[in-house]
C-alpha cells in the first residue's frame, strides 16, 4: 500500500495560487480610471460577442480578465443579486461593497475548496457616486481578496507595470478623451520598454458608469463614431448619446426595468 505524499497546507494554496495567477497572466489587460464624470473601463478586447465589461445595476459595472465562462457565471450571479435585494429592499440598497463582499465569499470559498481547481479570473466591482469622492472601485483577486482601489487600477497580463504608469499620470479632474487616452497608453505600452502598440477603436471595449446622465441606469458602452472622436480627442462627442433635454428629463418616469442585456 502506497504512502500518499504529504503536503503542507501553505505549500497547497501557494500552489493553487500560482496556478490561478499563470492563467490570468495569459489574458489580455483591462483598465479602470476615474474622471471628472464617472469611470470609465477600457478593455483589450477584439470580439464584439464576448464582453470583459459588464453592467450589473443602476450605478454599478463588472470588468473581469481571465476565463470566460467562469467570469460570466460570476456575472450573472452578481446580477441576480442585485436585482433580488433591489426588488426586496430598495434599490439604493444595492452597492458595489456588497456585491464585492458577495463575489470575495464565493471565490474565496471555490479557491479553498480540494475539490475543483480555483477560478482563473480577476474581477474589478465600480460603482459611480454622486460626486468624485464617493466612486468606488475594488479589486478582487481568485483567493477571495477584496482590495479597495483609489482612481485606477488594471488586471491581467502586464497589470502591474499597467499599474504603475496610471498612478504616475492620473489626475483628478480629467476630462473623457483625456481618461481614455491615459488608459489606451497604458494598454499599448511595452512592459520592456519596447516600442509601444498602436491599439485601434476595433481592438478595444470601452464603457462608462457616466455620473451626468439623467438616466437611473449610468452605464453606457462607447461604440462607433463616438468612440473614434472620443480616441481622437474630440470633447464634443462626450454627449453623443440619445439624451433627451433637460426639461424633458425632469418630467421623464424613472425606467423600471433592472434587464442588463439591453446594453451588452
Same mark, same amino acid.
Given at each position: 500500500?502506497?504512502?500518499?505524499?504529504?503536503?503542507?497546507?501553505?505549500?497547497?494554496?501557494?500552489?493553487?495560487?500560482?496556478?490561478?495567477?499563470?492563467?490570468?497572466?495569459?489574458?489580455?489587460?483591462?483598465?479602470?480610471?476615474?474622471?471628472?464624470? =464617472?469611470?470609465?473601463?477600457?478593455?483589450?478586447?477584439?470580439?464584439?460577442?464576448?464582453?470583459?465589461?459588464?453592467e450589473i445595476y443602476d450605478r454599478i459595472a463588472?470588468?473581469?480578465? =481571465?476565463?470566460?465562462?467562469?467570469?460570466?457565471?460570476?456575472?450573472?450571479?452578481g446580477v441576480r443579486y442585485a436585482d433580488l435585494?433591489?426588488?426586496?429592499?430598495?434599490?439604493?440598497?444595492?452597492?458595489?461593497?456588497?456585491?464585492?463582499?458577495?463575489?470575495?465569499?464565493?471565490?474565496?470559498?471555490?479557491?479553498?475548496?480540494?475539490?475543483?481547481?480555483?477560478?482563473?479570473?480577476?474581477?474589478?466591482?465600480?460603482?459611480?457616486?454622486?460626486?468624485?469622492?464617493?466612486?468606488?472601485?475594488?479589486?478582487?483577486?481568485?483567493?477571495?481578496?477584496?482590495?479597495?482601489?483609489?482612481?485606477?487600477?488594471?488586471?491581467?497580463?502586464?497589470?502591474?507595470?499597467?499599474?504603475?504608469?496610471?498612478?504616475?499620470?492620473?489626475?483628478?479632474?480629467?476630462?473623457?478623451?483625456?481618461?481614455?487616452?491615459?488608459?489606451?497608453? =497604458?494598454?499599448?505600452?511595452?512592459?520592456?520598454? =519596447?516600442?509601444?502598440?498602436?491599439?485601434?477603436?476595433?481592438?478595444?471595449?470601452?464603457?462608462?458608469?457616466?455620473?451626468?446622465?439623467?438616466?437611473?441606469?449610468?452605464?453606457?458602452?462607447?461604440?462607433?463614431?463616438?468612440?473614434?472622436?472620443?480616441?481622437?480627442?474630440?470633447e464634443t462627442a462626450v454627449g453623443d448619446e440619445?439624451?433627451?433635454?433637460?426639461?424633458?428629463?425632469?418630467?421623464?418616469?424613472?425606467?423600471?426595468?433592472?434587464?442588463?442585456?439591453?446594453?451588452?
Amino acid at each position: 500500500m502506497s504512502t500518499p505524499f504529504y503536503v503542507s497546507p501553505q505549500q497547497a494554496m501557494a500552489d493553487r495560487a500560482e496556478y490561478a495567477r499563470k492563467g490570468i497572466a495569459r489574458g489580455r489587460s483591462v483598465v479602470v480610471l476615474t474622471y471628472a464624470d =464617472g469611470i470609465v473601463f477600457v478593455a483589450e478586447n477584439t470580439s464584439r460577442a464576448l464582453h470583459k465589461v459588464s453592467e450589473i445595476y443602476d450605478r454599478i459595472a463588472f470588468a473581469a480578465v =481571465g476565463r470566460y465562462n467562469e467570469f460570466e457565471n460570476l456575472r450573472i450571479g452578481g446580477v441576480r443579486y442585485a436585482d433580488l435585494r433591489g426588488y426586496s429592499y430598495d434599490r439604493a440598497d444595492v452597492n458595489a461593497r456588497g456585491l464585492a463582499n458577495v463575489y470575495a465569499q464565493t471565490l474565496g470559498t471555490i479557491f479553498s475548496s480540494t475539490g475543483e481547481k480555483p477560478y482563473e479570473v480577476e474581477l474589478i466591482v465600480a460603482e459611480v457616486g454622486k460626486g468624485p469622492d464617493d466612486d468606488q472601485i475594488y479589486r478582487l483577486t481568485p483567493d477571495g481578496s477584496v482590495v479597495d482601489e483609489q482612481h485606477t487600477v488594471a488586471v491581467g497580463g502586464n497589470s502591474e507595470s499597467i499599474s504603475t504608469y496610471l498612478q504616475q499620470r492620473h489626475a483628478e479632474g480629467l476630462t473623457l478623451p483625456e481618461a481614455l487616452k491615459l488608459a489606451v497608453d =497604458g494598454l499599448a505600452r511595452d512592459p520592456n520598454g =519596447g516600442q509601444a502598440r498602436t491599439l485601434t477603436q476595433d481592438q478595444l471595449e470601452v464603457a462608462v458608469l457616466d455620473r451626468s446622465r439623467w438616466q437611473q441606469r449610468k452605464f453606457k458602452r462607447l461604440v462607433g463614431g463616438q468612440l473614434g472622436r472620443l480616441l481622437a480627442g474630440d470633447e464634443t462627442a462626450v454627449g453623443d448619446e440619445d439624451d433627451i433635454p433637460a426639461e424633458a428629463a425632469a418630467e421623464a418616469p424613472p425606467e423600471e426595468s433592472t434587464d442588463t442585456s439591453s446594453e451588452d
